[in-house]
Every structure is written in structure tokens, then in C-alpha cells.
């Protein structure tokens, strides 16, 4: 059996780094307990997290370069987990819906997670999406 990529899209915040991480780690877990052979492209791998700044806009890599990392492990992923939480920041996950687009522009399967109403019903954004779960346990 192959291998498998899958991206974990989703905010990034210095304030809320611990979520940020959570979750990712609850879908590594997730399917690591059931031995899919999956190889995780996880934004937040090898990141130095005291260098993000609190509301996640900045840190030592520059802007193009997190754009260009991001984009090519969007177009290399066979599928993309997108969470949608913001985890009660006001600040919009737009860099999340960026790479649900070059996903679903690269017809990759995408699983968005989220709770808000406002995401789920949105025409785009449940066109996109090959399944919406509300949090990481409804997977």
C-alpha cells in the first residue's frame, strides 16, 4: 500500500498556538490509530512558535515564503483537512480559505471542519467540501 499526503489547513495564532496544535495532532492521531498510511503536511512542522506573533500575521519566515511553502504542499497533498475554528479571535481564517481554494481548484478531496453556520451554508464553501464534521471526534 502507498503513501498518502494530507495538509492540515487551519489557523495559526500565537495567542492560541496550543489549539493550533491540538487539533492537528487529534487528526495525526486519529488516523495513525487506524494505520492508514498517511504523510502529514502540517504548516506548523518545524516552526519555531515563539517567533508568531499573537494574532498569527508575523513571524522570522517571511510572508512570500509561508505563501510559496504553503501553496506547493496544497498542490503536492492528496487531500486537505480545513479547520475553519478561529478559536474566539475575531480575525478571519483567510489564509485556510486560500488553500481550501487551491485544493479544490487542484481536485483534491477536502474535509472542512466547522461548527459556524456562516461556513456550512455558505454556497462556495459547501460546494467545495467533499464532507463538513463538526470538530476532529466526528471524523
Not at 493550533?20 to 502529514?40: L, M, S, T
Not at 481550501?100 to 460546494?127: C, G, M, Q
Request: glycine share 4%; aromatic share 12%.
Amino acid at each position: 500500500m502507498s503513501n498518502y499526503s494530507c495538509y492540515l489547513a487551519g489557523y495559526i495564532s500565537g495567542d492560541k498556538i496550543k489549539e493550533c496544535v491540538e487539533w492537528r495532532d487529534q487528526i495525526k492521531h486519529f488516523f495513525n490509530r487506524k494505520k492508514y498510511p498517511i504523510i502529514f503536511l502540517d504548516p506548523l512542522n518545524g516552526k519555531d512558535f515563539a517567533t508568531i506573533s499573537p494574532d498569527g500575521l508575523k513571524s522570522s519566515v517571511p510572508s512570500h515564503a509561508i505563501v510559496h511553502r504553503d501553496f506547493v504542499s496544497v498542490s503536492k497533498a492528496d487531500l486537505l483537512v480545513a479547520n475553519l475554528n478561529t478559536f474566539g479571535e475575531a480575525r478571519p481564517p483567510i489564509g485556510t480559505l486560500c488553500e481550501i481554494v487551491w485544493a479544490w481548484h487542484a481536485r483534491k478531496p477536502i474535509i472542512l471542519i466547522t461548527e459556524d453556520i456562516n461556513y456550512k451554508e455558505h454556497p462556495f464553501l459547501s460546494y467545495f467540501a467533499s464532507v463538513i464534521v463538526k470538530d476532529t471526534e466526528t471524523l
